[in-house]
């Protein structure tokens, strides 16, 4: 009769080296306090619903005061009376909660219920006076075909009362 012998190496590494110093880990303010997939936010202002959002996670800091949502944001913007005005999509958005304001940041679209749409890669949503700017390139399509360019926005959220701040661009229209 033939035996197996079976034998087993059990080996242990030791490091031997200094233990990584905790500064480089970073700070506290530097991991998010909590995280959430999915999440649906509601903005407020008086106690009327102004604006929710929504995205694919959310990371809260707690000691910074702000929200990162990052993964397809979509954004309602809604009046005084919470009526629906617009919608915003981005790539990645701020909420800074001493404030409520929003920054949306990457491939930003904000399509109001009037027929304009804006293109640009960042803005700035102020909840306190119900306005959005921007300060880089734009691109307005307004509900009669018109497309206008420029650098520098300012709007309310509906897109009824917009102005580009340097605008170019050229027309077929007649002066």
């Given at each position: 009769?033939?035996?197996?012998?079976?034998?087993?190496?059990?080996?242990?590494?030791?490091?031997?080296?200094?233990v990584?110093?905790?500064?480089?880990?970073?700070?506290?303010?530097?991991?998010?306090?909590?995280?959430?997939?999915?999440?649906?936010?509601?903005?407020?202002?008086?106690?009327?619903?102004?604006?929710?959002v929504?995205?694919?996670?959310?990371?809260?800091?707690?000691?910074?005061?702000?929200?990162?949502?990052?993964?397809?944001?979509?954004?309602?913007?809604y009046s005084?009376?919470?009526?629906?005005?617009?919608?915003?999509?981005?790539?990645?958005?701020?909420?800074?909660?001493n404030?409520?304001?929003?920054l949306?940041?990457?491939?930003?679209?904000?399509?109001?219920?009037?027929?304009?749409?804006?293109?640009?890669?960042?803005?700035?949503?102020?909840?306190?006076?119900?306005?959005?700017?921007?300060?880089?390139?734009v691109?307005?399509?307004?509900?009669?075909n018109?497309?206008?360019?420029?650098?520098?926005f300012?709007?309310?959220?509906?897109?009824?009362?917009?102005?580009?701040?340097?605008?170019?661009g050229?027309?077929?229209?007649?002066?």
């Open positions: 009769m033939k035996k197996t012998v079976q034998i087993f190496f059990l080996t242990t590494v030791v490091g031997c080296g200094e990584e110093d905790q500064a480089s880990l970073g700070n506290r303010s530097d991991y998010a306090d909590q995280e959430s997939w999915n999440p649906v936010i509601i903005l407020t202002r008086e106690a009327k619903k102004r604006a929710v929504r995205a694919s996670h959310l990371a809260k800091y707690a000691q910074k005061q702000e929200i990162v949502l990052d993964g397809n944001v979509d954004a309602d913007f005084t009376d919470e009526e629906h005005m617009s919608n915003l999509k981005s790539e990645r958005a701020f909420v800074y909660e404030s409520d304001n929003l949306a940041i990457g491939n930003v679209v904000v399509v109001s219920d009037s027929g304009v749409t804006l293109f640009t890669d960042s803005l700035y949503w102020e909840n306190d006076n119900e306005r959005i700017t921007s300060n880089d390139t691109m307005l399509t307004t509900g009669v018109d497309t206008l360019y420029g650098v520098g300012e709007s309310d959220v509906d897109l009824t009362h917009w102005k580009i701040l340097h605008p170019w050229v027309t077929a229209r007649e002066k």
